[in-house]
């Protein structure tokens, strides 16, 4: 059975930081697209930011809205992603969920985590 399972969410300051971490379990997702979105009340889902595996190296794409603040990694022996999240703003505030997808041309996401909620006071 294929799993993600986000951890790391919680509440703080504006200005202060998290990290959010997304273990996988039942396959290895070390060749697959890894995603992070995040769902405000009341607004719909939207794409954090993700990292694509190449023999070169991994390639990371982040929305305008966190770009520079965020970042996301991967250890694939761990089988787990992760989200760095610096500067947090109110406006971060959401439930975060990481998501997978065996490549690039893939045109959806299969797996989903459960969320975790992030929360940054003002």
């Known amino acids: 059975q294929v799993q993600l399972v986000e951890s790391g969410g919680g509440l703080v300051q504006a200005g202060g930081s998290l990290r959010l971490s997304c273990a996988a379990s039942?396959?290895?997702?070390?060749?697959?697209?890894m995603g992070w979105f995040r769902q405000a009340p009341g607004k719909e889902r939207e794409f954090v930011a993700l990292?694509?595996?190449?023999?070169?190296?991994?390639?990371?794409y982040y929305a305008d809205s966190v770009k520079g603040r965020f970042t996301i990694s991967r250890d694939n022996v761990k089988n787990t992603v992760y989200l760095q999240m610096n500067t947090l703003k109110p406006e971060d505030t959401a439930v975060y969920y990481c998501?997978?997808?065996?490549?690039?041309?893939?045109?959806?996401?299969?797996?989903w985590g459960q969320g975790t909620q992030v929360t940054v006071s003002s």
């Open positions: 998501a997978a997808k065996d490549s690039a041309d893939a045109p959806r996401y299969d797996y």
């Open positions: 990292i694509s595996f190449s023999w070169s190296g991994s390639m990371t």
């Open positions: 039942g396959r290895t997702f070390s060749r697959a697209v």
